[in-house]
Each structure stands twice: as C-alpha cells, then as structure tokens.
C-alpha cells in the first residue's frame, strides 16, 4: 500500500498520488499517460494530472493493480473492480499489454497473443491471481515466450496454472530457468508455427530474441523500442550487458523482416507502415554504428 505520509513532492494535489517506493518503471505511464508523468528533477513517476474523466479514472486505477511497487494510492478508498476486469489491455486485435508489472523484472511489460493455435503470453507478469483469471477467460497460455533472461518474473507460476510449453534461447538459461521446456539454439530465425517466428537478437543478452507475430507485431524484450518523442525507434548501449557490436549487427538482421509494431519490455511502444519502420531502423542502426 502506498503511504500519504511518503507522498512525493512532485505529485499535483489531490486524492491521487505516487510515494518513494516508485522505481521509475514506466508502467502507469503507459496505462495512463494523461495522468502520471515522470518528474525530471526526482527521477520517478508523480500524477501530473488528478483523473478528470471516467476513462481516466479507470486507467489510473489500472496503473494501481499494475504498480510493481504499490508506489501508487490515493487518500481515499478506491474499488478496483473494473480496473481488474480491463487487464489485459487490448492493444490491438488479438494483442493485449498484461500490465500486473513484477518488480522482479523491473515492471518489464508482457503481453498476451490471442490465437487459434493457442494463447501466447510474451514476458513474465507477476503471477496474481486475478490476472491468471482473466487469462484463463481469453483463452489461457499454451506458450511463454522469455525475450530474454531478466524478464522471466513468475515464469514457473504461469506455466503451472497453464501447463504451457516455456521458450527461451539456450544462452539466457540460467539457475531459475533451467526448466523451462524448451530452448532455441543458434542465431538463425526459428518457426515457432505458421504466424510466430522466433528472431535471436543477440546484444542485450546473448540469448535476446525477439518474437514476430503474423508478420505485425515485433516483441522485442530491451533489444529495441520507441523513442520519447513517438518518432522513431531507440536502442540502450547503457542498458547493453552482452554486446553493442552485436547489437548492432542484430538489427541490422531485422531489416530482412515486414512489421508495423514494437511491443518492448521497457520503454514506449512503436507502430508505423512497415516501410517507415525499416526506414527507422535504418536510421537507429546508422546511429549505433557511431
Ligand atoms: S508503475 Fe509504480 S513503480 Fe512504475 S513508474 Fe509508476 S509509480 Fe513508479
């Protein structure tokens, strides 16, 4: 539960506020970017805007259930009814951002494929209860798609309420993974069925690897997403832990695929014509060659 008495400066007056168990994570300002901002001068998120109208009330209280932290309250008693029945949050159809960040992941985004083949739930969320429920209403899980080793969270959880087939390439396997059911070798692009294709991007992790859904959707883990500014595409060399030159080179590789979307793990999203991403790409790889 988030304090009053630890209530950061920044936040605008009001019954909704963010205290200094905030670690800056991006989540409630994804779910509800006109009311949280992130405050420059302290470095994590404050409501800049108390919920003016119903839409934004409710995306609030989903930043609530979502916050890794519970960094987010309000002085008064708030039901989050609805908010609990709006997660996962429909992005696109058949593409849903899963919110219920982990801390343990950072408040790494994951998303939830819906398909006939079987759900795919992308990236770890925490394992709530209410979540699972939801999931389990659209579907299930019948693959977990791991981007990379830091965004496994609650891997074990979902895939014993799901018995679901986990992915991971074989370099991110680690001690809390090594059960997981199945590993991708290599650095070549892998079929996963008709409409998923496993990419490696080694770089950020030796074993990243991004996730094309019918040739739209791009997961990318922290291999790559948008700018701040909603123009383009960024990629983190201060957030690199394996490989900038191979970074570079894994994305350089992405200009052999079509997508319209960047779905990241950390970050802002990206959707734009294929041919304006590739150009994007084009001119982030230019960049990281610098
Ligand atoms: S969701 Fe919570 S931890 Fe993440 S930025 Fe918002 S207040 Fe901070």
């Known amino acids: 539960m988030a ?25 409630c300002r994804i779910l509800a970017p006109r009311v949280f901002e992130r405050s420059d001068q302290l470095g994590l998120s404050v409501v800049r ?22 960094a987010i309250g309000s002085v008064s008693k708030v039901d989050v009814k609805d908010a609990v029945l709006a997660l996962p949050d429909r992005i696109a159809p058949d593409v849903f951002y899963c919110g ?25 969320p925490r394992a709530a209860r209410p979540l699972m429920d939801r999931i389990e209403a659209l579907g299930g899980v019948g693959t977990m798609f791991l981007t990379h080793r830091d965004d496994v969270a609650d891997h074990a959880g979902y895939a014993r309420r799901f018995q679901c087939e986990r992915v991971l390439h074989a370099q991110d396997v680690g001690p809390g993974t090594r059960d997981v059911e199945r590993r991708l070798e290599g650095d070549e692009p892998e079929p996963l069925a008709d409409d998923l294709l496993a990419i490696p991007v080694p770089g950020h992790t030796r074993g990243s690897t991004a996730l094309l859904f019918r040739g739209t959707f791009l997961f990318t883990g922290d291999h790559l997403w948008g700018s701040a500014d909603g123009e383009g595409l960024e990629a983190g060399r201060d957030v690199c832990w394996y490989s900038w030159a191979e970074q570079t080179r894994s994305m350089e590789r992405l200009l052999a695929f079509d997508f319209e979307w960047v779905l990241p793990g950390h970050g802002p999203r990206f959707h734009a014509p294929a041919r304006k991403m590739r150009a994007e790409i084009e001119k982030l790889v230019a960049r990281m060659k610098r």
């Open 3 to 27: 304090r009053v008495s630890a209530r950061l400066s920044d936040n605008a007056p009001g019954d909704l506020f963010v205290d200094d168990a905030c670690i800056d994570c991006e989540t």
């Open 49 to 70: 805007n108390q919920p003016a109208s119903a839409d934004d009330a409710l995306r609030a209280k989903m930043a609530i259930v979502s916050c890794p932290t519970s």
């Open 100 to 124: 219920y960040a982990s801390e343990s992941s950072f408040g790494a985004a994951s998303y939830l494929v819906t398909r006939g083949g079987g759900n795919v739930l992308v990236d770890s």
